[in-house]
């Protein structure tokens, strides 16, 4: 099937526009795993940014009917902070001294025609994780890459998901000269519980039926 019947025409034009770190093979996977998980139960994203990978997830998650809870404390991961690696000028706040991705997801998420189905939650992943009780209909994985965030976001969400619903998590590298090893390590965690079943992995997307 071409990208352009799987998924909302307009919302994929604005997901390939818009900045972040997400391979479009792995963004039309999630869209479909969203897409059929979604009746289970609100569909969880941590770690937004600027919204490439909210609005893949955001698409798939309306037309399978639920609603898309974006998490994210939208000043940056590690690896974004001025100096590093991946830091962006652009998302600089120089009156609060600290990044902020608000603003820009806010408008990603208007121009792909989602804010209804797309709540934005500005918070630690630990703080949302605390205010959520129901079961999840996906849970993906997407935020800090530290082994202590990872672990963090592992431990306070995957408990989450529903019967039957998903957990994918974002930049697994088996190969260690190929990246961090913190998001292939909760991966590895959460098949060794043998709650899930393993899917199949999308380029360095990891996605896992719970039984
Ligand atoms: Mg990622």
Redesign the pocket.
């Known amino acids: 099937m071409s990208s352009v019947n799987r998924m909302d025409s307009r919302a994929l034009e604005v997901a390939r526009a818009c900045k972040g770190?997400?391979d479009e093979e792995e963004g039309l996977r999630l869209h479909d795993l969203a897409k059929e998980s979604a009746s289970l139960g609100p569909v969880v994203e941590i770690?937004s940014y600027c919204g490439k990978s909210s609005v893949y997830v955001g698409a798939g998650t309306r037309a399978g009917g639920g609603q898309l809870v974006c998490v994210d404390h939208h000043r940056g991961n590690e690896e974004q902070q001025p100096g590093e690696a991946y830091h962006d000028p652009d998302l600089f706040d120089s009156e609060a001294g600290a990044m902020d991705s608000l603003r820009e997801i806010r408008r990603t998420i208007r121009a792909a025609g989602l804010e209804d189905t797309t709540l934005l939650l500005v918070s630690s992943s630990s703080a949302a994780a605390s205010l959520v009780s129901v079961p999840l209909g996906m849970v993906f994985i997407?935020g800090g890459h530290s082994f202590q965030a990872a672990q963090t976001d592992y431990e306070r969400w995957a408990g989450k998901v529903a019967h039957g619903g998903i957990l994918a998590i974002?930049?697994l590298f088996p190969n260690p000269d190929e990246g961090g090893q913190a998001p292939i390590t909760i991966y590895r965690q959460a098949v060794a519980s043998g709650l899930y079943e393993e899917l199949q992995t999308t380029k360095t997307l990891g996605a896992l039926r719970r039984r």
């Open positions: 770190f997400l770690g997407d974002h930049d």
